[in-house]
Nanobody, 128 residues
Framework: QLQLVESGGGLVQPGGSLRLSCAAS????????IGWFRQAPGKEREGVSC????????YYADSVKGRFTISRDNAKNTVYLEMNRLKPEDTAVYYC?????????????????????WGQGTQVTVSS
């Protein structure tokens, strides 16, 4: 059974950091394009970052560029999202997703319907 499990969310003060993990079971993550998406209350789900399965190329939404870093650890079959200098507007449920579909990197990081497998999400709350 193919499964993605996110962890690492929590409550953090503005300016703080969190590292989210996305662990895969039942398949090898490095064969898949991985995206991180988030959904805040009352808002549509939006792409945050993604990493290519073929060349490791990464992409970041403008709102997180320079603050978030996506990475893979193939030995642990896990993808990470390092989040620094967090802001209240980063508050959302964060999801990781996987797919073997290949489009432009910008499409892969913005179109959630391209993804086949989703985790259950992890809550990130940035508040003082």
């Amino acid at each position: 059974q193919l499964q993605l499990v996110e962890s690492g969310g929590g409550l953090v003060q503005p300016g703080g950091s969190l590292r989210l993990s996305c662990a895969a079971s039942g398949f090898t993550l490095d064969d898949y394009y991985i995206g991180w998406f988030r959904q805040a209350p009352g808002k549509e789900r939006e792409g945050v970052s993604c990493i290519s399965s073929t060349n490791g190329r990464t992409y970041y939404a403008d709102s997180v560029k320079g603050r978030f870093t996506i990475s893979r650890d193939n030995a642990k079959n896990t993808v990470y999202l390092e989040m620094n200098r967090l802001k209240p507007e980063d508050t959302a449920v964060y999801y990781c997703a996987a797919t073997t579909v290949l489009f432009t990197v910008q499409d892969m990081c913005t179109i959630d319907s391209l993804y086949d497998y989703w985790g259950q999400g992890t809550q990130v709350t940035v508040s003082s």
